[in-house]
T-cell receptor, first 113, second 114 residues
């Protein structure tokens, strides 16, 4: 199965530490999205890329958050100086231009102690 | 701004009975509407979508959904529920142009009772 993959699946960190997550989209999908899902809520959009260009960022994405997709393939999401409020499931999705369907990965669950 | 409402946090249905999970939306312009399902410790799985055309769309695992423009609704349905349908269901919307981000509802937990 060549679906969207995310690494790690779980991350526990202490407040103030930096964390980085990776997302590998479905092969040949040129669009990549990051969402955040907290307990009892639906996913909330963070940002998206078309190829290597970051085209939209949510106001949820504070200065401590940065996302990259340097070669238009995999993407990383970094959170600096983590806070307890950053604890959530971080979901990655990908799609192909011309297709409206976003396919999601299994997510990375972040716990900030 | 776009939004989705899923008015029921929890829906319980007896196995073999028909099920409905409700969704209403608000979006500028024409909507693209989606249903996803989430199983424990797993990501979202795409079920079905409405883009244009027939108001009744069919998707995976025997699910279907009916788009009603006048009521701004997109309810998910299945004629005969299975225990394996028990999961968390999310409705999502985006406009048909100019905005790639999906806006999700808060989810409905569907429990099928044997």
């Amino acid at each position: 199965d060549t679906g969207v993959s995310q690494d790690p699946r779980h991350k526990i960190t202490k407040r103030g530490q930096n964390v980085t997550f990776r997302c590998d989209p479905i092969s040949e999908h040129n669009r990549l999205y990051w969402y955040r899902q907290t307990l009892g809520q639906g996913p909330e959009f963070l940002t998206y890329f078309q190829n290597e260009a970051q085209l939209e960022k949510s106001r949820l994405l504070s200065d401590r958050f940065s996302a990259e997709r340097p070669k238009g393939s995999f993407s990383t999401l970094e959170i600096q100086r983590t806070e307890q409020g950053d604890s959530a499931m971080y979901l990655c999705a990908s799609s192909l231009t011309g297709s409206d369907t976003q396919y999601f990965g299994p997510g990375t669950r972040l716990t900030v102690l | 701004a776009q939004s989705v409402a899923q008015p029921e946090d929890q829906v319980n249905v007896a196995e073999g009975n028909p099920l409905t999970v409700k969704c209403t939306y608000s979006v500028s312009g024409n909507p693209y509407l989606f249903w996803y399902v989430q199983y424990p410790n797993r990501g979202l799985q795409f079920l079905l979508k409405y883009i244009t055309g027939d108001n009744l769309v069919k998707g995976s695992y025997g699910f279907e959904a009916e788009f009603n423009k006048s009521q701004t609704s997109f309810h998910l349905k299945k004629p005969s529920a299975l225990v394996s349908d028990s999961a968390l269901y999310f409705c999502a919307v985006r406009p048909n142009f100019g905005n790639e981000k999906l806006t999700f509802g808060t989810g409905t937990r569907l429990t099928i009772i044997p």
